[in-house]
């Protein structure tokens, strides 16, 4: 039966309203990203974290067309950055570079002005990087295993230098201590530098501290590298063994970061945004700079980076516990 012209007009108005609706969608995720992504570093630039993102940033605009922005928020617990993303609209165009300090945070803090694990959109992780255990140049310890055996015959009297407390570094030297079965008395500073300034005076036995900034302290033969925390020996120190090959048996840690975007981020904009990012850390020239820090580049899908943060929440926090640091 022949359509009236009513009907036909209906029908037709119908579908160009139902057209018009759905080509502003269409186009949006066909055009995204439509302007320059920031992306938010919780650290201050220069720093082993700033760089990586730096470089991952550098390609992914080449990938996506836009501009990738890293604007710095250094705060205590990584907060103001965290925030600052959890509140963004969830468009891909503004990231957080997530990592073990966002997951160390939980333990240390009473209240988040976030939830970590349900305000944001993980990507993909990027790379993984070492602590050391780094002695002086003329210490009398030539491998970790002497260093264990002091503190065990000589209770509390390691002295064992870190930054300052509940950071990576403080935290690693603590579960240190829980694993390898010794009582030491550990010592935090301002910062690396001055840890470092500690170990070569004497003042401090050890130090943890992120290999990167150490490797030139160790080719100038300043300090010596007795191992790395990590269960892989790292890139930039070849010849020393990780914590568990030098005698103390299933201690492992590595300090970690990723890209993540506001909750309710449109997951066609979370593929986007991690197929770029896994394209530069596959380019040959992200690996090379990041080998150069003594860096692991390693992607991930959303759903391992999820699985990897809230891993940390848990280890992290019982490490906390353990060590009796009082949330504030």
């Known amino acids: 039966m022949p359509m009236n012209t009513s009907r036909r007009l209906t029908l037709l108005a119908s579908a160009a309203a139902l057209a018009a609706l759905a080509a502003p ?8 990203p439509d302007r320059p992504i920031m992306l938010v570093v919780p650290f201050g630039p220069g720093g082993v974290a700033d760089l990586t993102a730096r470089a991952v940033a550098e390609h992914m605009a080449k990938s996506l067309g836009q501009p990738v922005v890293v604007e710095n928020k250094p705060s205590a617990g990584s907060i103001v950055a965290s925030q600052a993303v959890a509140s963004a609209k969830p468009d891909g165009h503004t990231l957080l570079l997530v990592s073990n300090g966002n997951a160390v945070s939980v333990g240390l803090f009473k209240k988040l002005p976030y939830d970590t694990q349900k305000d944001f959109a993980p990507i993909t992780t990027l790379s993984y990087f070492d602590l050391g255990v780094f002695v002086a140049g003329n210490s009398r310890w030539a491998s970790l295993k002497d260093a264990v055996a002091f503190a065990k015959a000589n209770p509390g009297k390691l002295n064992v230098g870190t930054i300052a407390p509940g950071s990576t570094q403080h935290l690693s030297a603590k579960l240190f201590e829980t ?3 010794v009582d030491a008395l550990v010592v935090p500073y301002k910062g690396s530098p001055a840890v470092l300034t500690a170990l070569r005076a004497g003042e401090i036995d050890i130090a943890f501290e992120i290999v990167a900034p150490m490797v030139a302290q160790v080719q100038a033969g300043a300090v010596k590298a007795l191992a790395v925390t990590s269960d892989k020996r790292n890139p930039a120190l ?5 914590v568990a090959q030098a005698g103390v048996a299933g201690y ?3 300090s970690w970061n990723g890209l993540a975007a506001p909750a309710g981020t449109p997951p066609e904009v979370i593929a986007i945004l991690g197929k770029a990012a896994r394209e530069a850390l596959a380019s040959a020239a992200v690996q090379e700079r990041m080998a150069k820090l003594g860096v692991r580049v390693q992607g991930s899908t959303p759903a391992e980076l999820q699985a990897l943060l809230g891993g940390e929440i848990k280890r992290w926090g019982e490490v906390i516990r353990a060590a009796r640091i009082e949330p504030e």
């Open 252 to 254: 492992n840690v590595a």
């Open 25 to 32: 969608a269409a186009w949006a995720q066909a055009r995204f």
């Open 238 to 242: 070849p010849e020393v063994p990780t």
């Open 179 to 181: 694993v390898a079965g």
